[in-house]
């Protein structure tokens, strides 16, 4: 459990050292819970979670 504490960590500590990104997979989670909607049950929540990973990816390849 502790690699999985510093690991929520070190995201933190990107997105709060990195100007935009959390605005960005802010947009990037409505998006993604929107578009999963018609999913049964947990649809919107999946979608929210693939929205900002993909926004936390793609703000951070080039570092």
């Given amino acids: 459990m502790a690699d ?8 933190r500590g990107t997105v709060k ?4 990104l ?5 947009k990037w989670s409505a998006l993604g819970a929107v578009v999963a909607i ?5 649809g919107p929540i999946f979608g929210a979670i693939a ?9 951070t390849k080039n570092r």
């Fill in 17 to 20: 050292s990195t100007p935009g």
């Fill in 51 to 59: 929205g900002a990973a993909y926004a936390y990816h793609k703000g």
């Fill in 4 to 11: 999985f504490d510093k690991k929520v960590d070190e995201v």
């Fill in 38 to 42: 018609p999913l049964p049950v947990v």
């Fill in 22 to 26: 959390g605005k960005s997979m802010a």
